[in-house]
């Protein structure tokens, strides 16, 4: 009896199986990037999606995850967004300059586009000449030193991949696979990229006041007060998004600077040597500074500043010795030490892609 018992369990456990396994299973890329609810912003970043005049939505934000990691948007299937914009990295990189296709060096810095959908000013790069997320992601698939695609190929590449083509229909209600879904996907993900809850924001919005050392405080009092650091880097993402020359890259042999930055693009004399303000948060997860990487730490930063950055002919007025002790420079340190966000979204990294 008992023996009949456990081979007729054995028997429904068999026939259990194998209708499981012949009913479909999601494929493992879908099982790594299910559609999830966009996340919350985290203290510190008061905006909301709904402020924006197109919200992300769930289904792009999925679909723009994968592209962001997918190599094969690179010419030669060796780079994603992500190969310059490591979350681990707070979506920067820990190295002076960018390595594009082939081993190529760029001349630029990758900056941090955390907290970026809700900018004061619709400048990207370090010379604004992007107006938008979507407009800026187009840059790099294109630029031979970045990942030295042409768009056109990037979306035959793509529209050859069947997978994607029902997660384009989620996204964007048909299947069609085009450069201005692409990139919108893209920058729907890009804008779920948030940091926040640091210490910083603990202490300040939430009062508690063991959330951060003396010398943080100490620090915040100099950032606000006698060092002006807040003329430029303001408001919850530490940036005023507007270009100023603080002196970095000058030449001063040569009277010039090695990258004009804005001035490139607006060739108004004011813009010599002028570059994006970028944010401060988790800024100490990704040395070396500036858009040179030419500052190895952020206490050579404020050392620079510290005697009123390089003199040249466009500084920016706002920019003046500042004449703080030692231990100044170490809280200004303490105070951005204390931006890196214990909630930041956007940070799976993915490995499996629809094919
Ligand atoms: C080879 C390295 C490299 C790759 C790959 C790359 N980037 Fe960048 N990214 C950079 C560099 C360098 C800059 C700054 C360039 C400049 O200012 O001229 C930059 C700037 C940006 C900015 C501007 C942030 C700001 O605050 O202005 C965003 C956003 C961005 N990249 C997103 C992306 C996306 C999305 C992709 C994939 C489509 C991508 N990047 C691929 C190197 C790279
Ligand atoms: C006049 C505006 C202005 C003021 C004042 C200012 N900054 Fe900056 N800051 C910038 C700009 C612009 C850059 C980028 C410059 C570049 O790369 O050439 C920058 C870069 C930085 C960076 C590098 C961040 C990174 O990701 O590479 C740090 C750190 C920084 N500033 C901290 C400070 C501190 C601390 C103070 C106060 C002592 C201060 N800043 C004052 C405009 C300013």
């Given at each position: 009896m008992l023996k009949h018992a456990s081979a007729l369990l054995l028997a429904v456990g068999l026939a259990l199986t194998a209708a499981c396994s012949s009913r479909p299973t999601a494929p493992a890329w879908e099982i790594a990037n299910p559609i999830e609810p966009l996340p919350p912003p985290p203290?510190?970043?008061?905006?909301?999606?709904?402020?924006?005049k197109e919200p992300p939505t769930p289904a792009r934000v999925r679909l723009g995850r994968w592209l962001y990691f997918d190599?094969?948007?690179s010419g030669d299937g060796?780079?994603?967004?992500?190969?310059?914009?490591d979350p681990a990295d707070g979506?920067?990189?820990?190295?002076a300059v960018a390595t594009g296709i082939r081993g190529q060096h760029g001349t630029r810095k990758p900056p941090s586009f955390e907290?970026?959908?809700?900018?004061?000013?619709?400048y990207f790069f370090w010379d604004g000449r992007a107006a938008s997320l979507e407009d800026q992601a187009l840059g790099p698939i294109a630029n031979p030193v970045e990942m030295g695609n042409t768009h056109a190929h990037m979306v035959q590449t793509l529209q050859a991949i069947p997978a994607y083509a029902p997660y384009f229909a989620q996204a964007f209600g048909s299947p069609a696979i085009t450069q201005d879904r692409i990139v919108h996907a893209i920058a729907d993900y890009e804008r779920t990229v948030m940091s926040g809850n640091s210490p910083y924001d603990r202490w300040r919005?939430?009062?508690?006041?063991?959330?951060?050392s003396a010398s943080v405080k100490r620090g915040y009092d100099l950032f606000f007060?006698?060092?002006?650091?807040?003329?430029?880097?303001?408001?919850q993402n530490f940036t005023d998004n507007r270009f100023h020359n603080?002196?970095?890259?000058?030449d001063p042999a040569a009277k010039t600077f090695k990258d004009e930055g804005r001035f490139g693009i607006?060739?108004?004399?004011?813009?010599?040597?002028a570059f994006k303000t970028p944010t401060?948060?988790?800024?100490?997860?990704?040395?070396?500074?500036?858009h040179d990487g030419s500052f190895a730490t952020l206490r050579q930063v404020v050392e620079h500043y510290n005697k009123g950055g390089e003199a040249n002919?466009?500084?920016?007025?706002?920019?003046?010795?500042?004449?703080?002790?030692d231990q100044d420079v170490d809280d200004l340190v303490a105070l951005m030490e204390s931006?890196?966000?214990?909630t930041r979204t956007g940070t799976k990294v993915l490995t499996d892609f629809p094919y």
């Open positions: 203290l510190g970043i008061t905006a909301s999606f709904t402020d924006l190599k094969r948007l060796t780079l994603s967004c992500a190969s310059c914009h979506f920067s990189l820990k190295t907290n970026e959908a809700w900018t004061l000013y619709p919005l939430k009062r508690d006041q063991s959330a951060v007060g006698k060092a002006g650091c807040d003329q430029c880097h303001l408001g603080v002196g970095v890259g000058w607006t060739h108004q004399a004011a813009d010599h040597g401060l948060r988790d800024v100490v997860l990704h040395p070396p500074y500036m002919p466009w500084l920016d007025p706002k920019v003046q010795p500042l004449h703080l002790t931006l890196t966000g214990d």
